[in-house]
Antibody, heavy 120, light 106 residues
Framework: QVQLVESGGGLVKPGGSLRLSCAAS????????MSWIRQAPGKGLEWVSY????????YYADSVKGRFTISRDNAQNSLYLQMNRLRAEDTAVYYC?????????????WGQGTLVTVSS | IQMTQSPSALSASVGDRVNITCRAS??????LAWYQQYPGKAPKVLIYEASSLESGVPSRFSGSGSGPEFTLTISSLQPDDIATYYC?????????FGQGTKVEIK
């Protein structure tokens, strides 16, 4: 069965860095595009970043552009999010999600999320 | 592209028909999805391409609309439908979500 498991969240000081990981299993990882979506405590959903299945397209939300870097390792079936220069407003649960190019919804499976807290 | 959902919250009785509206700030054709989220859980997709029902989702959920205005309909509200619902456009980056609609039982 499809599984996405995020890890790497935690407490970090403003200006600090954190690297999130998303381990995928139960499907052919290289055939799917992947995204990070976040949700601040008590707030709505915010799409953060996208990495195409072919590796030819990467996109970021304006709120994280220049500070966050998305990457993937198809050999390891893993997605990553390197987060630098973290701010208090980056505090959120971070989800990874997959989508199939050309068909179906943009996020058909989600992980359980990992909490990032930015505070001094 | 800004996505505006209405209402932000609603209260209805079991068995009621419930409509949630989502309006895009520009045309997105039918590149719209709806998600259901329970507190403390990851969202789950209900509808994609505005009106396609995701596999395994109960048929009481349906989606309609195109261009700027869309509707998620729950034909007969059930206790298990108490959740927050989000629309999301994937016509162009940055992908954006509506602010959410919290559905409660009256």
């Amino acid at each position: 069965q499809v599984q996405l498991v995020e890890s790497g969240g935690g407490l970090v000081k403003p200006g600090g860095s954190l690297r999130l990981s998303c381990a995928a299993s139960g499907f052919i990882f290289r055939d799917y595009y992947m995204s990070w979506i976040r949700q601040a405590p008590g707030k709505g959903l915010e799409w953060v970043s996208y990495f195409s299945s072919t590796g030819s397209s990467i996109y970021y939300a304006d709120s994280v552009k220049g500070r966050f870097t998305i990457s993937r390792d198809n050999a390891q079936n893993s997605l990553y999010l390197q987060m630098n220069r973290l701010r208090a407003e980056d505090t959120a649960v971070y989800y990874c999600a997959r989508g199939a190019p050309g068909s179906g919804p943009p996020f058909d499976y989600w992980g359980q999320g990992t909490l990032v807290t930015v505070s001094s | 592209i800004q996505m505006t959902q209405s209402p932000s919250a609603l209260s209805a009785s079991v068995g009621d028909r419930v409509n949630i509206t989502c309006r895009a700030s520009q045309s997105i054709s039918t590149w719209l999805a709806w998600y259901q989220q329970y507190p403390g859980k990851a969202p789950k997709v209900l509808i994609y391409e505005a009106s396609s029902l995701e596999s395994g989702v109960p048929s009481r959920f349906s989606g309609s609309g195109s261009g700027p205005e869309f509707t998620l309909t729950i034909s007969s509200l059930q206790p298990d439908d108490i959740a927050t619902y989000y629309c999301q456009q994937y016509h162009s980056f940055p992908w954006t979500f509506g602010q959410g609609t919290k559905v409660e039982i009256k």
